[in-house]
C-alpha cells in the first residue's frame, strides 16, 4: 500500500501518510584517523546510552576511561528511541534504578551547563479492566512506600489531565506526575561532555575489530583492545554495543542470549492542545503515547515482531520501512481511546533494530569466560530509563568489584551457559517477553516458550503423577500435582509467523487459574493439601533442579574457609548451613555444605586428592552461585576446582512426621538420631522391590522445619530409587508436593530464599543470620560483619501475619505507627498458622540504627492495594519457635 508520495490512506481510521525510505548511513573509511592512547584503565565500547551513561559515572569516579565508537555517538539504535522515562515498575530494584537514572538527568544540567533534553511531563497508565487497575494500586503501594507521588484516578480525572482522552474508553488510570521524556541525542552530548571534563575520552569513527585475549592459567584474559588504528592495552573493557552485544565475544568462546527486532513508532502530525501533557501507557490496548512537542508519537509491542538476522555493523543512524501489517494492531486502540488522534495524519515512521532478550531484561555483569570484560547490552528498548541506574552500577562493578544494589534480575549469570547458546530458546523465550511485555506480571505465571529446556532424572515421573511444572533456569520443576495431566506443549507462538494458536490448552487453562490479584489462587486449597499433608504426615518433594556441587583441591578447605561465613572444617558427616559474603558483607549465597572424604569414585561419592565439599544451594541462582565460587577461587589463587553436578544427581527429599519411619523401610542404615542427627550426611544403599540396591548419599536436612532427608540419587537410576521410596509410602499415604507448597512451609518455617528476603544488599545480622557467621578467622564479608556487630544494624528482617484472609504477594508497603518502613520482600500463606505471612525489612524513617524495642514497640500494616491491614509483627516466624519439629520432636 505503501508509496513514494505523500497521499493519506487510511488505516483503522487514522489518516497516514507514506512511509520513508530506509535509511543507513555507511562508515567513512576515508575520514583522518584519531589518535588513540596506548593504554587506558576502562574502555568502554559503543556509544549509546549504555555506553555513554557507563563513561559518565565512571569518569566521575575518576577513573581513566575511554569510549570508542565506530561511527558517531548514538548512531546504533539509541538515537531513534523514544526516551520514555517511567517511574513505577512491579520490582522495587527497577525502580530503584529508574529513579537513579531520574535523579541523574535532573542535576545534569546545573553539572555541565547543557541541556540533556530531560521533560517532567507526566505518565499516565490506562486500566480497561478491575484486574488491571488491581495491579495498578500494586504498583502505587510499592510506590507510596518507596516515596514515589502517584494517584489512582477515575476516568474523569484522568481526562482532566489528558483532555483528549475517552472517558468511556476505560475504568482507570494510575497517574505518576514525575515521569517523563529525555532526548537521546542531547542527554548523550551532556553526558560525553562531563565525562570528558572528568579526564575520560570519546573517540568517534574508530571501531573496535577484536578483543585482544590471552589464555592464561586460570582462564582467559583480557588484555586489549585491536582497532584500525592500533591496539589499546586494557584490563578492563565495557560491551556496550547493543544489537551488536554477541559479535566481539563469540570468537572467544563466550555467549549473550540476545536478540535483534524491528521496533517502531510514528510520529503524528500536530495536534492542537497536546502540547505538555503526559505520556500514555495503555499495556491493554498494547499502544503507548510519548509527547513529542504538539505530536504523538505513538508505539506498542505486537504479538508477531519482525526478528531479525544479524545487524549490520555498518547499519549507522539506519531504519527500516514499517511493516504496516505487524504495526496495525496498535491503532484501533490508539483511536479508541483518543479519538481525536484518528483526525490527524502521519508525519513519520521510526521503525529500527532494538535488542531483546529471553527475560525483557538487560545483560549485565562479569563475563563468565572473559576476565576483565563486563556487559551492559540487551535493554529491550529501555535504554533511555535504565541507562543511568544500569551505567552507574556498571561503573561501581568495575570499581568495586560489584553493584551496590542486588542486580540479580539483570546479571547475565542469571541464565546458563547451555542456555546462552541455545538459538532456539532464545528467539522463543525473547519473542514470548517481546509480545507479553505489556501483559500484567503475576507472582505466579510461567512462559509458555523455551519449555523442556532441562529436564531432571524425575521428569517423567513427575508428569506421570499429573505434576504442573514450572520452569526456572531452563529446568522444569514440579509446582503442585493435579488429578488429571496438564503437560506443557510445544511454543506456538501465540499465533504468529503461520504457526495455529493451541486450542484447548489444559495447561493454559490451569495457569489461568493463578493469574489474579484481589483472591486467592485457584489452587490455593491444593496447594494448601499438600502443604499440611508434610506438616501432619510425609510427602516427597523432587528438588532435583537444585544446584549440586563439589569443591575439590589441594586448597579445598583454604577456600571453603574465605568463601564460607561457617566453620566448614568439621567432621566427615556434618552438613553445615552457611552464608557466601561480598566484601560488604552482603548475603551472594546459602548454602549447604558437607565436608567429604575420598570415595569410590561414583558421582555421589567421589574420589579426590585432598580434601572435598559438596554444596546444595537454591537452583533458580545454581549458575550464579558456581561461578562466584570459581571467580573467588581464581582471584584468590586456592589451587581448588569446583565441578557441577547438578545434572548427574536427583534429589528426592522425604519430609513430614512420619518421614522416618518411611525412609527407613528402604535404606540400609540406621536412621536413629544416634547415627545420623540433623545437618549429616552418610552413604548408604537404598533398596527396590525385588532387594537390589542402589548407592544414595543421604543428607538430614529441612527446607520446610520438619523431621525429614534427602536422597542424592546417580541420574542412571534415581526414577527407580523414587518409585521404591513411593512404594514403601503406600500405606502412610504418602503423596507428592510441589514448589508452591515447598515455598510456603520454608516461609512458615522463617527459613530464606535467596534473591527474595535474601539478596546481596542484605547482611547475615539483619537477616537474622548471625548464627552462621564464625567469630575466628577470616571470611570474605568479615570485616563489614564485625563493624555491624560493633556499631548495630539499619534494618532487620521480621515477619508480619494478618488475621484477615486476604492474599499478599510481594510488594505490598509496610508501615510502623502510620509511617512507611518498608515493603514485602515475599509474601506466602502459612497453611499451618492459617494466616497470610509477609517478610520484610524494617528500617527506621531517618535511617539510624534500628533495636529489638524499636520493632516491638509499634503498631504495624500492610497496604494492600490501597487499603491498609492491621498486621502482627515478629521477630522470628511464629511457627515451632522451638525448632522441635525439625528434631522429630511432635
Same mark, same amino acid.
Given at each position: 500500500?505503501?508509496?513514494?508520495?505523500?497521499?493519506?490512506?487510511?488505516?483503522?481510521?487514522?489518516?497516514?501518510?507514506?512511509?520513508?525510505?530506509?535509511?543507513?548511513?555507511?562508515?567513512?573509511?576515508?575520514?583522518?584517523?584519531?589518535?588513540?592512547?596506548?593504554?587506558?584503565?576502562?574502555?568502554?565500547?559503543?556509544?549509546?546510552?549504555?555506553?555513554?551513561?557507563?563513561?559518565?559515572?565512571?569518569?566521575?569516579?575518576?577513573?581513566?576511561?575511554?569510549?570508542?565508537?565506530?561511527?558517531?555517538?548514538?548512531?546504533?539504535?539509541?538515537?531513534?528511541?523514544?526516551?520514555?522515562?517511567?517511574?513505577?515498575?512491579?520490582?522495587?530494584?527497577?525502580?530503584?534504578?529508574?529513579?537513579?537514572?531520574?535523579?541523574?538527568?535532573?542535576?545534569?544540567?546545573?553539572?555541565?551547563?547543557?541541556?540533556?533534553?530531560?521533560?517532567?511531563?507526566?505518565?499516565?497508565?490506562?486500566?480497561?479492566?478491575?484486574?488491571?487497575?488491581?495491579?495498578?494500586?500494586?504498583?502505587?503501594?510499592?510506590?507510596?512506600?518507596?516515596?514515589?507521588?502517584?494517584?489512582?484516578?477515575?476516568?474523569?480525572?484522568?481526562?482532566?489531565?489528558?483532555?483528549?482522552?475517552?472517558?468511556?474508553?476505560?475504568?482507570?488510570?494510575?497517574?505518576?506526575?514525575?515521569?517523563?521524556?529525555?532526548?537521546?541525542?542531547?542527554?548523550?552530548?551532556?553526558?560525553?561532555?562531563?565525562?570528558?571534563?572528568?579526564?575520560?575520552?570519546?573517540?568517534?569513527?574508530?571501531?573496535?575489530?577484536?578483543?585482544?585475549?590471552?589464555?592464561?592459567?586460570?582462564?582467559?584474559?583480557?588484555?586489549?583492545?585491536?582497532?584500525?588504528?592500533?591496539?589499546?592495552?586494557?584490563?578492563?573493557?565495557?560491551?556496550?554495543?547493543?544489537?551488536?552485544?554477541?559479535?566481539?565475544?563469540?570468537?572467544?568462546?563466550?555467549?549473550?542470549?540476545?536478540?535483534?527486532?524491528?521496533?517502531?513508532?510514528?510520529?503524528?502530525?500536530?495536534?492542537?492542545?497536546?502540547?505538555?501533557?503526559?505520556?500514555?501507557?495503555?499495556?491493554?490496548?498494547?499502544?503507548?503515547?510519548?509527547?513529542?512537542?504538539?505530536?504523538?508519537?505513538?508505539?506498542?509491542?505486537?504479538?508477531?515482531?519482525?526478528?531479525?538476522?544479524?545487524?549490520?555493523?555498518?547499519?549507522?543512524?539506519?531504519?527500516?520501512?514499517?511493516?504496516?501489517?505487524?504495526?496495525?494492531?496498535?491503532?484501533?486502540?490508539?483511536?479508541?481511546?483518543?479519538?481525536?488522534?484518528?483526525?490527524?495524519?502521519?508525519?513519520?515512521?521510526?521503525?529500527?533494530?532494538?535488542?531483546?532478550?529471553?527475560?525483557?531484561? $538487560? +545483560?549485565? @555483569?562479569? !563475563?563468565?569466560?572473559?576476565?576483565? *570484560?563486563?556487559?551492559?547490552?540487551?535493554?529491550?528498548? /529501555?535504554? %533511555?530509563?535504565?541507562?543511568?541506574?544500569?551505567?552507574?552500577?556498571?561503573?561501581?562493578?568495575?570499581?568495586?568489584?560489584?553493584?551496590?544494589?542486588?542486580?540479580?534480575?539483570?546479571?547475565?549469570?542469571?541464565?546458563?551457559?547451555?542456555?546462552?547458546?541455545?538459538?532456539?530458546?532464545?528467539?522463543?523465550?525473547?519473542?514470548?517477553?517481546?509480545?507479553?511485555?505489556?501483559?500484567?506480571?503475576?507472582?505466579?505465571?510461567? $512462559? +509458555?516458550? @523455551?519449555? !523442556?529446556?532441562?529436564?531432571?532424572? *524425575?521428569?517423567?515421573?513427575?508428569?506421570?503423577?499429573? /505434576?504442573? %511444572?514450572?520452569?526456572?533456569?531452563?529446568?522444569?520443576?514440579?509446582?503442585?500435582?493435579?488429578?488429571?495431566?496438564?503437560?506443557?506443549?510445544?511454543?506456538?507462538?501465540?499465533?504468529?509467523?503461520?504457526?495455529?494458536?493451541?486450542?484447548?490448552?489444559?495447561?493454559?487453562?490451569?495457569?489461568?487459574?493463578?493469574?489474579?490479584?484481589?483472591?486467592?489462587?485457584?489452587?490455593?486449597?491444593?496447594?494448601?493439601?499438600?502443604?499440611?499433608?508434610?506438616?501432619?504426615?510425609?510427602?516427597?518433594?523432587?528438588?532435583?533442579?537444585?544446584?549440586?556441587?563439589?569443591?575439590?583441591?589441594?586448597?579445598?578447605?583454604?577456600?571453603?574457609?574465605?568463601?564460607?561465613?561457617?566453620?566448614?572444617?568439621?567432621?566427615?558427616?556434618?552438613?553445615?548451613?552457611?552464608?557466601?559474603?561480598?566484601?560488604?558483607?552482603?548475603?551472594?549465597?546459602?548454602?549447604?555444605?558437607?565436608?567429604?572424604?575420598?570415595?569410590?569414585?561414583?558421582?555421589?561419592?567421589?574420589?579426590?586428592?585432598?580434601?572435598?565439599?559438596?554444596?546444595?544451594?537454591?537452583?533458580?541462582?545454581?549458575?550464579?552461585?558456581?561461578?562466584?565460587?570459581?571467580?573467588?577461587?581464581?582471584?584468590?589463587?586456592?589451587?581448588?576446582?569446583?565441578?557441577?553436578?547438578?545434572?548427574?544427581?536427583?534429589?528426592?527429599?522425604?519430609?513430614?512426621?512420619?518421614?522416618?519411619?518411611?525412609?527407613?523401610?528402604?535404606?540400609?542404615?540406621?536412621?536413629?538420631?544416634?547415627?545420623?542427627?540433623?545437618?549429616?550426611?552418610?552413604?548408604?544403599?537404598?533398596?527396590?522391590?525385588?532387594?537390589?540396591?542402589?548407592?544414595?548419599?543421604?543428607?538430614?536436612?529441612?527446607?520446610?522445619?520438619?523431621?525429614?532427608?534427602?536422597?542424592?540419587?546417580?541420574?542412571?537410576?534415581?526414577?527407580?530409587?523414587?518409585?521404591?521410596?513411593?512404594?514403601?509410602?503406600?500405606?502412610?499415604?504418602?503423596?507428592?508436593?510441589?514448589?508452591?507448597?515447598?515455598?510456603?512451609?520454608?516461609?512458615?518455617?522463617?527459613?530464606?530464599?535467596?534473591?527474595?528476603?535474601?539478596?546481596?544488599?542484605?547482611?547475615?545480622?539483619?537477616?537474622?543470620?548471625?548464627?552462621?557467621?564464625?567469630?575466628?578467622?577470616?571470611?570474605?564479608?568479615?570485616?563489614?560483619?564485625?563493624?555491624?556487630?560493633?556499631?548495630?544494624?539499619?534494618?532487620?528482617?521480621?515477619?508480619?501475619?494478618?488475621?484477615?484472609?486476604?492474599?499478599?504477594?510481594?510488594?505490598?508497603?509496610?508501615?510502623?505507627?502510620?509511617?512507611?518502613?518498608?515493603?514485602?520482600?515475599?509474601?506466602?500463606?502459612?497453611?499451618?498458622?492459617?494466616?497470610?505471612?509477609?517478610?520484610?525489612?524494617?528500617?527506621?524513617?531517618?535511617?539510624?540504627?534500628?533495636?529489638?524495642?524499636?520493632?516491638?514497640?509499634?503498631?504495624?500494616?500492610?497496604?494492600?492495594?490501597?487499603?491498609?491491614?492491621?498486621?502482627?509483627?515478629?521477630?522470628?516466624?511464629?511457627?515451632?519457635?522451638?525448632?522441635?519439629?525439625?528434631?522429630?520432636?511432635?
Amino acid at each position: 500500500m505503501w508509496r513514494i508520495s505523500q497521499k493519506l490512506v487510511n488505516r483503522g481510521g487514522l489518516a497516514v501518510k507514506s512511509a520513508p525510505l530506509a535509511v543507513t548511513t555507511r562508515y567513512n573509511s576515508s575520514a583522518s584517523a584519531p589518535q588513540i592512547p596506548n593504554s587506558a584503565d576502562v574502555v568502554v565500547i559503543g556509544g549509546g546510552s549504555a555506553g555513554c551513561h557507563t563513561l559518565y559515572h565512571l569518569a566521575k569516579r575518576g577513573i581513566k576511561a575511554v569510549l570508542l565508537e565506530r561511527a558517531k555517538l548514538t548512531a546504533g539504535t539509541t538515537w531513534h528511541t523514544a526516551g520514555l522515562v517511567w517511574r513505577l515498575r512491579p520490582n522495587d530494584v527497577d525502580i530503584q534504578l529508574l529513579a537513579n537514572s531520574r535523579n541523574m538527568l535532573m542535576q545534569l544540567e546545573k553539572e555541565t551547563g547543557l541541556d540533556p533534553g530531560w521533560i517532567q511531563n507526566g505518565g499516565v497508565f490506562i486500566a480497561h479492566s478491575d484486574t488491571r487497575l488491581d495491579e495498578y494500586r500494586r504498583l502505587a503501594t510499592v510506590g507510596n512506600a518507596l516515596g514515589i507521588e502517584n494517584h489512582i484516578l477515575s476516568p474523569e480525572e484522568t481526562q482532566k489531565v489528558f483532555p483528549l482522552l475517552d472517558p468511556k474508553a476505560f475504568i482507570g488510570a494510575l497517574y505518576s506526575p514525575g515521569d517523563g521524556v529525555v532526548d537521546p541525542a542531547m542527554l548523550c552530548t551532556a553526558l560525553t561532555r562531563a565525562a570528558t571534563k572528568n579526564g575520560a575520552r570519546v573517540i568517534e569513527n574508530c571501531p573496535v575489530n577484536e578483543l585482544v585475549v590471552e589464555q592464561q592459567a586460570r582462564g582467559k584474559k583480557l588484555v586489549g583492545v585491536k582497532t584500525p588504528y592500533g591496539t589499546i592495552k586494557t584490563e578492563n573493557v565495557v560491551n556496550a554495543t547493543g544489537v551488536w552485544g554477541r559479535d566481539l565475544i563469540e570468537r572467544h568462546g563466550s555467549f549473550l542470549p540476545l536478540i535483534p527486532m524491528k521496533h517502531a513508532y510514528i510520529v503524528s502530525e500536530s495536534i492542537p492542545g497536546v502540547r505538555g501533557l503526559p505520556n500514555i501507557r495503555d499495556h491493554d490496548y498494547s499502544t503507548y503515547f510519548r509527547i513529542q512537542g504538539d505530536a504523538i508519537c505513538m508505539g506498542g509491542y505486537e504479538p508477531n515482531p519482525i526478528l531479525l538476522d544479524p545487524v549490520a555493523k555498518d547499519f549507522h543512524f539506519g531504519l527500516y520501512d514499517l511493516d504496516w501489517s505487524v504495526f496495525d494492531t496498535h491503532l484501533s486502540g490508539a483511536v479508541k481511546l483518543c479519538p481525536t488522534y484518528a483526525n490527524y495524519g502521519v508525519k513519520s515512521t521510526v521503525c529500527g533494530p532494538e535488542s531483546f532478550t529471553p527475560d525483557h531484561k $538487560p +545483560l549485565m @555483569g562479569p !563475563d563468565t569466560v572473559i576476565q576483565g *570484560l563486563v556487559h551492559n547490552c540487551g535493554f529491550n528498548s /529501555a535504554g %533511555m530509563m535504565f541507562g543511568g541506574g544500569c551505567g552507574e552500577q556498571t561503573a561501581l562493578w568495575i570499581l568495586n568489584g560489584k553493584p551496590d544494589l542486588p542486580m540479580f534480575g539483570f546479571d547475565l549469570r542469571r541464565f546458563t551457559d547451555k542456555q546462552n547458546r541455545a538459538d532456539q530458546w532464545i528467539s522463543e523465550k525473547s519473542h514470548e517477553s517481546y509480545a507479553k511485555n505489556y501483559s500484567m506480571v503475576f507472582k505466579y505465571d510461567q $512462559p +509458555l516458550a @523455551g519449555r !523442556d529446556f532441562q529436564k531432571d532424572p *524425575l521428569h517423567e515421573d513427575m508428569l506421570a503423577h499429573n /505434576a504442573f %511444572m514450572e520452569e526456572k533456569q531452563g529446568w522444569e520443576r514440579p509446582g503442585f500435582f493435579l488429578q488429571m495431566p496438564a503437560p506443557v506443549q510445544s511454543y506456538d507462538w501465540y499465533g504468529s509467523y503461520g504457526n495455529e494458536r493451541h486450542k484447548d490448552c489444559p495447561y493454559e487453562g490451569v495457569l489461568e487459574g493463578d493469574l489474579k490479584y484481589g483472591s486467592f489462587s485457584d489452587h490455593h486449597d491444593l496447594i494448601g493439601s499438600e502443604a499440611m499433608a508434610c506438616r501432619n504426615n510425609a510427602v516427597v518433594f523432587n528438588m532435583s533442579y537444585f544446584c549440586k556441587l563439589f569443591l575439590e583441591g589441594p586448597d579445598a578447605q583454604k577456600a571453603a574457609d574465605w568463601i564460607f561465613t561457617g566453620n566448614t572444617n568439621r567432621d566427615a558427616k556434618k552438613t553445615v548451613y552457611t552464608c557466601a559474603l561480598n566484601k560488604d558483607g552482603g548475603v551472594e549465597a546459602d548454602v549447604t555444605i558437607s565436608r567429604l572424604n575420598s570415595g569410590s569414585g561414583a558421582v555421589h561419592d567421589p574420589k579426590f586428592e585432598g580434601q572435598g565439599h559438596y554444596i546444595v544451594a537454591g537452583g533458580a541462582s545454581a549458575y550464579y552461585t558456581y561461578t562466584m565460587m570459581v571467580d573467588e577461587i581464581r582471584r584468590q589463587g586456592f589451587n581448588a576446582n569446583v565441578r557441577d553436578v547438578t545434572a548427574d544427581l536427583g534429589v528426592i527429599s522425604i519430609q513430614g512426621p512420619k518421614s522416618r519411619e518411611i525412609l527407613q523401610r528402604m535404606v540400609q542404615c540406621e536412621l536413629s538420631d544416634e547415627n545420623i542427627p540433623p545437618n549429616s550426611t552418610v552413604l548408604t544403599n537404598c533398596k527396590d522391590a525385588s532387594g537390589k540396591e542402589y548407592g544414595v548419599r543421604l543428607l538430614r536436612v529441612s527446607f520446610v522445619g520438619e523431621l525429614g532427608y534427602e536422597l542424592h540419587v546417580p541420574k542412571e537410576y534415581c526414577s527407580t530409587v523414587y518409585k521404591s521410596l513411593m512404594k514403601a509410602g503406600e500405606k502412610n499415604n504418602l503423596r507428592n508436593a510441589g514448589y508452591r507448597a515447598l515455598y510456603s512451609l520454608s516461609s512458615e518455617k522463617g527459613y530464606h530464599l535467596w534473591s527474595f528476603d535474601l539478596r546481596p544488599d542484605d547482611t547475615p545480622l539483619e537477616a537474622g543470620l548471625g548464627f552462621t557467621c564464625r567469630k575466628e578467622g577470616s571470611y570474605k564479608g568479615k570485616e563489614a560483619i564485625d563493624k555491624q556487630r560493633k556499631e548495630g544494624i539499619k534494618k532487620r528482617l521480621v515477619y508480619l501475619t494478618l488475621d484477615e484472609q486476604v492474599p499478599i504477594w510481594g510488594l505490598e508497603g509496610v508501615y510502623r505507627n502510620g509511617e512507611p518502613v518498608g515493603f514485602l520482600r515475599r509474601a506466602e500463606y502459612a497453611y499451618y498458622l492459617g494466616k497470610p505471612l509477609g517478610q520484610t525489612y524494617i528500617q527506621k524513617p531517618d535511617g539510624s540504627t534500628i533495636n529489638v524495642d524499636y520493632i516491638k514497640s509499634g503498631e504495624y500494616e500492610i497496604d494492600i492495594m490501597g487499603k491498609r491491614y492491621k498486621a502482627q509483627c515478629h521477630l522470628r516466624s511464629p511457627f515451632d519457635v522451638e525448632g522441635k519439629r525439625v528434631l522429630g520432636q511432635y
